[in-house]
């Protein structure tokens, strides 16, 4: 377990309020307009930003040439399967429900973690894995009926998922010698030429100038997702354990379904308010400091 830096918990609220209210904002921005293009135009609009952040900070644009293969990868499995599929499927499901199906990512991490790279989980964390597990249920309580008529938008999140659990794992064990904002600023330019090339053979002719209104989704997604929260996530990632930086953003379903449903009028359920419940206590097994911290913290010092 690991106890966080202020710092950190600061980095994690904005992540959560920035994600959360992302995804009715995103059902909003794809709704009657490509969702390719629309990943694609926020990019390009965010990466110039990302770019001079780099710059204000005077962080170093170089990359080794030896580690661009293992870029390559992080890339695939942090940015390019989550972002392509994410926003094609959440055509096909309500704002909220695809935020659930999406962060089931924690689960498969652990799970991930523990078959994978042989990561030992103290009983604690296993205890957060099932809250989570059964959160996530109960929000999709009363989905189940619809989505077993959408299986391809289910599918499509929940390979998103699972690939994001293991690009969080790659990214803990990385070995790229470079700062994470040069490695985050890399992997947006790789993905916004995908999304690129993906909108050009697939939404040409689906291309059409976006509303007032369209124009909002695409700077909130453009300066908060893609210039913000994505980079704030993979130095997290890269800096905390895995079921830590995965567990501690769970409250981002439930900020998605309860701001869809305050802006698209979705209803809320019983179900809905205890897997509020179980998702505090998910995020509470992962951020409360271990018990020996806790003693070193509240113990008196010295002269």
Known sequence: MHALSRQQLSLLVMITLVWGLNWPIMKFGVTGFPPLTFRTIC????????GAFLRWRRVSFTLPQAHWRELLL?????????HTLAILAIQSLS???????????????????????????VPRAWVGVA????????????????????????????VAAATWAVGTQMMRRTRIEAPTLTISFWMTVI????????????ERGDWVAPSPAQWGAIVYNALGVFAFAQVAWLMLARELPPIA??????????????SGAWWLGEVLHW?????????????????????????RVAAPRGG
């Open 43 to 50: 990019m390009w609009l965010g990466v110039p930003v990302l």
């Open 74 to 82: 992080l890339t695939v499995f942090n940015m390019l399967f989550w």
């Open 95 to 121: 704002s909220g429900r695809a935020a659930i199906l999406g962060y089931t990512m924690p689960v498969f991490s652990a799970v991930i973690g523990s078959l994978w790279y042989s990561q030992r989980l």
């Open 131 to 158: 809250a989570a597990a059964l959160g996530v249920l109960l929000l999709l309580w009363h989905e189940f009926t619809s989505l077993s008529g959408r299986p391809l938008g289910v599918a499509m999140m929940l």
């Open 191 to 202: 993905t916004t030429l995908w999304m690129t090339a993906l909108s050009l053979l697939f």
């Open 245 to 258: 930086s995965t567990l501690s953003v769970m409250f981002i379903p439930v900020l998605g379904v309860f």
């Open 271 to 295: 179900q809905d308010w205890a897997a509020v419940g179980l998702v505090m206590a998910s995020i509470a097994t992962v951020l409360w400091p271990p018990r020996s911290t806790a003693a």
